[in-house]
């Protein structure tokens, strides 16, 4: 579970694609912008697509830092708790009490469901029920 609660392959995946979208409509703008210096295109498309394009990149940098601060809270989340457990078993120690700070470097939230039920979401995005 620890190496699950540090893990951000899937968010390396959704970065390089964000990445790979970037570079790709950043060519489409510099086309566009060679288009009509040649002359190629006109003055009302190319205001169309420079303005949509400036759109999508910027829409896009805000995903890619999105998720960029996403993976390093996981990845200091994930940190802390390594630290945390090998402490307690350099020290073999055993928790006989609440902990707050193993508790958030863990747990995401918890929900009361109506039957009396709760269900644990951690960091990892796993969920447990109880």
Request: proline share 0%.
């Amino acid at each position: 579970m620890l190496e699950e609660l540090g893990s951000c392959k899937e968010l390396a995946i959704q970065i390089d694609d964000t990445e790979r979208q970037l570079v790709m409509v950043s060519e489409l703008l510099e086309r566009t912008v060679a288009g009509r210096a040649a002359g190629d295109i006109g003055h009302t498309e190319f205001i169309r697509n420079k303005g949509q394009y400036d759109a999508r990149i910027e829409e896009l940098k805000g995903e890619l830092d999105r998720l960029l601060l996403q993976k390093l809270e996981r990845q200091v989340k994930a940190k802390a708790i390594k630290h945390f457990r090998s402490k307690v078993l350099e020290n073999e120690l055993v928790l006989d009490s609440f902990d707050e700070y193993l508790w958030t470097g863990i747990v995401e939230k918890v929900a009361v469901l109506e039957d009396g039920g709760l269900e644990f979401w951690f960091v990892n995005g796993s969920m447990i029920r109880v």
